[in-house]
């Protein structure tokens, strides 16, 4: 799936943003400082909402700023950053009732130090900062950001709100260490630590290895165990989840076709620290092709996703886990569908969806793409649904993007018309502006 590589950036949700792209505002005998600022303003209304209160219009913005420098350091070179964060919600709150409008917030974001070699062998960093492992499958940051919405019932897991946008990515704590050597075999051992109310402060670790082929793609295998979980905390329901054991075995690229796009994941989820053991597992295959020499250059691609439910009647817990999942490589990755994913639910856990995406680029600056949603649950909860979005990535200079889009959204499951209060089409629209400086 081809898209304008300035266009992909920003469609990745400005995770690498920051350090990567720090304009340089001093330099002398082999150091470096630099200041990057980037954010993202959003408008957002739905004729319907999850609370069966007929539709909600909020607002959402957040602008990050971060310091980073480098410097020679024996046979390599030391790096970190220092940045913050200032994010809110304005209006009703949004769709889902996370946040009420009344959230403010500004807060550290980045702070972390780090040394890599001269030939990019090694790479060590810790502190906070952001983490990816493969398109975000299961780590995409620590993205989840709800606000004051559900203080009414008493529960606290307000992180300053920009929820759609997401505005909070860095883990509060990290070890990671990156090995590189020459040839097609890469690595990762890291240690992520979460000031994240939501997901209940959870600490993991884990291993990665990966096989990177040009031409042809990238394999990858990771394990991973969660070493700690504040039980009882925020919403409560991920106490399970400590102690819990997580392989995945993924690929992704072109099998050495031009035209060709291919990514499948696998995950299994098993054992755990409480009495009731986890025995999980989430799949997705995906497979798409651009046809380069027709007009606009158009990409159709197809995936399938299905994530394990409970099974009533067991001593396990087969309810699939999606961790630290998020927006890595295109809106609908992992959010899987703009109005089920972020506010009807469910969030890639006890559910099947296909997902079927038209992507046109018209000029090198513009891409419009539609996405049809296939949404269907295979546990006890039923919410099932279908849903269409049609949006565009117009990169309208080096600094600034825009993303309109408008989906509608057709609840089918019982549960979801009751939180919705009728089974009528709900009509959302966006339109959110990306910067960086």
Do not use: C
């Amino acid at each position: 799936m081809r898209i304008h590589t300035t266009v992909a950036a920003l469609l990745a949700g400005l995770a690498t943003l920051g350090s990567a792209q720090a304009a340089d505002f001093y330099e002398r005998d082999g150091t470096t400082l630099g200041f990057n600022v980037d954010g993202m303003a959003g408008a957002f209304s739905t004729s319907e909402d999850y609370l069966a209160e007929g539709g909600k219009k909020w607002r959402e913005a957040f602008v990050h700023g971060v310091l980073v420098g480098k410097t020679r350091a024996g046979e390599g070179e030391l790096y970190g950053g220092l940045g913050a964060i200032a994010q809110g919600t304005w209006g009703d709150g949004d769709a889902g009732g996370y946040t009420n409008g009344r959230e403010r917030d500004v807060d550290l974001e980045d702070a972390y130090l780090g040394w890599r070699s001269a030939g990019g062998l090694l790479d060590f960093s810790f502190g906070r900062q952001q983490f990816q492992l493969g398109d975000g499958f299961l780590i995409a940051g620590d993205r989840i950001n709800l606000g004051r919405g559900l203080d009414a019932l008493g529960v606290d897991v307000d992180r300053g709100g920009a929820y759609y946008l997401a505005a909070k990515k860095s883990f509060r704590n990290t070890a990671i260490l990156r090995v590189d050597p020459d040839g097609p075999l890469r690595g990762d051992a890291f240690w992520l630590q979460s000031d994240n109310p939501y997901q209940q402060d959870t600490e993991l670790g884990g291993l990665n290895v990966e096989y990177v082929s040009e031409t042809h793609g990238t394999l990858g295998l990771s394990w991973m165990k969660v070493l700690d979980v504040d039980k009882g905390a925020g919403l409560g329901i991920f106490d399970r989840r400590d102690g819990m054991r997580i392989t995945s075995v993924r690929g992704q690229g072109s099998l050495g076709v031009e035209n060709l796009f291919l990514s499948f994941e696998y995950v299994d989820q098993r054992g755990g620290s409480a009495a009731v053991k986890n025995d999980a597992d989430a799949w997705t295959v995906e497979g798409g092709w651009t046809f380069a020499d027709l007009p606009w250059s158009p990409t159709l691609n197809y995936r399938h996703a299905r994530f394990s439910a409970d099974k009533a009647g067991t001593a396990r817990n087969e309810a699939f886990d999606p961790l630290f999942f998020g927006l890595s490589r295109g809106l609908g990755t992992w959010f899987q569908g703009e109005v089920a994913a972020n506010y009807a639910g469910p969030a890639n856990s006890g559910n099947k969806v296909d997902r079927l995406e038209l992507t046109l680029a018209p000029r090198a600056d513009l891409s419009v793409s539609l996405q049809y949603w296939d949404i269907k649950s295979i546990g006890d909860a039923d919410v099932d649904g279908r849903e269409i979005d049609l949006f565009a990535f117009w990169q309208i200079n080096d600094n600034f993007t825009f993303v309109p889009l408008i989906g509608i959204y057709e609840p089918r499951g019982a549960d979801v018309k009751t939180l919705q209060g009728n089974d009528r089409r709900n009509v959302y629209l966006q339109a959110v502006m990306l910067f960086n400086f």
